[in-house]
C-alpha cells in the first residue's frame, strides 16, 4: 500500500472539517483531492485507534495464519463487508481482507505472515550524513528500515542498527571508529554541537507536532 502524502496532523484537520461539516464523505474527499474510500478508513482508523490509527506504520504488520482464517470465515459467513471486517480486527485496510479470500477462494495457501521484499543484505561503506538521513528518514519520515535499506542501498541491519544507536548515544554515536582514518578523530568540538543541534531540533519538530495533535484534539472534544 503506497504511504499517504498527508501528515497525520493534516488528516486531523481534513477528518474535524468532516465532522463540523453536513456536505458528506463524498464532498469533503472531493474538495481535498482525495478518494472517499481512503478518506472514510482515515475516519475508521481514528475512530478506532484515535491518533494512532492515522500514522504511517513503519514496517509492515505480520498476521499469523489463525487470524487470516478467522478474517476469512467471518466474510464468507456474512460477518461484515471487507471494510467493516478490516475495522473490527484492526486491519490497517480492507485490501488485505480482500487478498486473504482471493487467496482462499483460489486454494492458495495462506501464509503466517507476508514475504518480505528482496532488501540489499550486502553492508556498503557510508559516510556520517548518509547515516543520519537514514536514521531521519525512519524516525522522522515514519519509513521502514526496509524501506530506508531499499532507498539507500544498505543493509536492513545497518538501517536498524544506526537508528538504535541513534536513539540511545545521538547523532554522535553514528560516527564511524572502524578504519585508519577514524571520523570520531575528524570531528571538532563544532562538529559535534551541530551534531547535537540537528538531533535537538528534529526531536524540537516531533515534539510541536504532538502538541498540536493535542491542541487540536482538545478543541475537536470541545465542540464535541
Do not use: C
Amino acid at each position: 500500500m503506497p504511504r499517504s502524502k498527508h501528515t497525520v496532523l493534516e488528516k486531523l484537520t481534513i477528518l474535524d472539517e468532516l465532522t463540523q461539516s453536513k456536505i458528506g464523505l463524498g464532498p469533503v474527499a472531493n474538495r481535498h483531492g482525495i478518494n472517499h474510500k481512503t478518506l472514510e478508513r482515515w475516519r475508521d482508523r481514528y475512530s478506532r485507534d484515535g491518533i494512532n490509527g492515522l500514522k504511517e506504520a513503519k514496517k509492515n504488520k505480520h498476521y499469523s495464519k489463525k487470524l487470516k482464517l478467522k478474517v476469512v470465515h467471518a466474510y464468507l459467513i456474512g460477518e461484515g463487508t471487507f471494510d467493516e471486517l478490516a475495522n473490527k480486527f484492526g486491519l490497517r485496510g480492507s485490501q488485505q481482507v480482500v487478498d486473504w479470500v482471493n487467496k482462499y477462494n483460489g486454494n492458495k495457501p495462506l501464509t503466517a505472515s507476508p514475504s518480505r521484499k528482496q532488501v540489499p543484505t550486502m553492508s556498503r561503506k557510508t559516510t556520517l550524513e548518509e547515516r543520519i538521513e537514514i536514521v531521519e528518514y525512519v524516525t522522522k519520515l515514519n519509513h521502514s528500515y526496509t524501506e530506508a535499506a531499499e532507498r539507500f542501498q544498505v543493509s536492513y541491519q545497518q538501517a536498524r542498527s544506526w537508528v538504535i544507536k541513534a536513539n540511545h548515544g545521538g547523532y554522535e554515536a553514528l560516527v564511524d571508529n572502524r578504519g585508519h582514518h577514524k571520523e570520531q578523530a575528524e570531528l571538532t568540538e563544532l562538529d559535534k554541537a551541530n551534531l547535537e543541534i540537528r538531533q535537538l531540533k528534529a526531536q524540537l519538530a516531533d515534539k510541536e507536532l504532538v502538541e498540536a495533535f493535542a491542541k487540536k484534539l482538545l478543541e475537536i472534544q470541545r465542540r464535541g
